[in-house]
């Protein structure tokens, strides 16, 4: 578990960039605009990301994923 801006989160949003074709669609549905295209590569900013799913459930070739934290430290 980490902590970021006063949250403890147990899950961090990886992305599949062999996946994504940045067509965007997840930018869009972000609440507090924690995704964004560079150079046609989708980056994710991790301080501000709520976890909330919206862009997993949006992604059409289903290239986000909300990883559990523990899973990646071992
Ligand atoms: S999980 Fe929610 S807050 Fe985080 S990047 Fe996706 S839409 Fe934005
Ligand atoms: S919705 Fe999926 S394919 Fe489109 S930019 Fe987001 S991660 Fe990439």
């Given at each position: ?50 976890r ?15 990883t ?7």
């Amino acid at each position: 578990m980490f902590r970021r801006n006063g949250q403890q989160h147990v899950t961090r949003l990886d992305i599949d960039h062999d996946k994504c074709y940045s067509c965007g669609a997840c930018v869009a549905v972000c609440p507090p605009d924690s995704l964004f295209l560079s150079k046609l590569t989708l980056q994710v900013d991790d301080t501000t990301c709520t976890r909330c799913n919206r862009c997993v459930a949006m992604c059409p070739v289903h290239a986000l994923a909300l990883t559990p934290v523990e899973s990646l430290v071992s």
